[in-house]
């Protein structure tokens, strides 16, 4: 949902204006109870729901009042579509008469954007990585991922100082995978460490030198497997391209930016190959 119906615009401004949201993970609870007194309350909306026939079950959104009341329920195969998740909000604020929250009160509990990095490198690069299937699961939206790279690896991705105009040369395995094992779109199966990387080939090649700025320009074919349920295998095949600008002075990367000209992610159901085309980018953020 964070990829999808949560990244729209509207739906996250009635969320933060109305509701207080509040996430807990089902699997955590089953494999491991650390909290008794969440596993209760997931218990009691349980019983809630069914007892008031509302949609329920161990993947879906509650709407509780403070009294505990489940003011609605929409589950989350119906709540990543941005237009299901509006109408169930915008329902029950009207039907509830919900109070705004006031401006004070939605910035104390607003969250910093989260990039997965615990201890960024002084002289890292810190990659954004994004993903999304265009066709019909395109309602999931867009699947983000962070990636640092330490000082030793991004300078892979400049010429050498006798490197001339034209030249070629391909980036280390270890570094270009550090990247692209997170091409995969988004799925229910959401980690990286399901991911393996059957080929990779990344070449960089020095394009242009005006001035007090490089130009780099990257090109590769990409090839990896990323299981879209849990016993659902899938491959992702893409051809990516990219433009890295840098400055002479003392080859700092200012600009790094890269996208598929052609991706598609094929996935087994029942037997039967599912292909999508996706659309994957890469781009700079410090």
Not at 6 to 32: E, G, N
Not at 211 to 240: C, I, M, Q, T
Not at 244 to 256: E, G, Q, V
Not at 264 to 285: C, D, F, H, T
Request: proline share 7%; net charge positive; charged share 25%.
């Amino acid at each position: 949902m964070r990829a999808s119906s949560l990244s729209h615009p509207t739906v996250r401004a009635l969320i933060s204006k109305y509701f207080l949201p509040v996430w807990l993970s089902r699997d955590q609870y089953q494999l491991a109870p650390r909290a008794k007194a969440d596993h209760q309350e997931l218990l009691r909306i349980d019983r809630y729901t069914r007892e008031h026939k509302m949609p329920g079950g161990s993947v879906c959104v509650f709407l509780v009042a403070p009294n505990g009341n489940v003011l609605g329920s929409l589950r989350v195969h119906e709540a990543t579509k941005a237009d299901k998740l509006l109408s169930l909000l915008e329902e029950v604020i009207q039907r509830e008469k919900l109070t705004p929250r006031s401006a004070e009160a939605i910035k104390a509990t607003a969250s910093p954007m989260h990039t997965g990095i615990q201890n960024p490198e002084r002289e890292g690069l810190l990659l954004h990585v994004m993903t999304r299937l265009e066709e019909r699961r395109a309602h999931y939206g867009v699947s983000e991922d962070w990636v640092e790279l330490s000082a030793s690896e991004w300078r892979h991705f400049l010429p050498g100082p006798r490197t001339g105009l034209g030249d070629s040369w391909k980036v280390p395995d270890e570094v270009a995978r550090k990247i692209v094992q997170y091409f995969y779109p988004p799925s229910p199966n959401w980690k990286a460490q399901a991911t393996t990387v059957r080929n990779c080939t990344l070449k960089a090649t020095l394009y242009n030198r005006p001035r007090d700025e490089g130009v780099v320009h990257l090109a590769g074919v990409v090839e990896l497997s990323h299981p879209f349920g849990r016993d659902s295998p899938g491959v992702v095949k893409a051809s990516v391209v990219g433009v890295i600008r840098y400055r002479l002075t003392d080859d700092t990367i200012t600009s790094f930016q890269m996208a598929s000209t052609e991706a598609n992610y094929a996935w087994l159901w029942r037997g039967k190959p599912q292909p999508e085309r996706m659309s994957i980018a890469v781009e700079k953020l410090r």
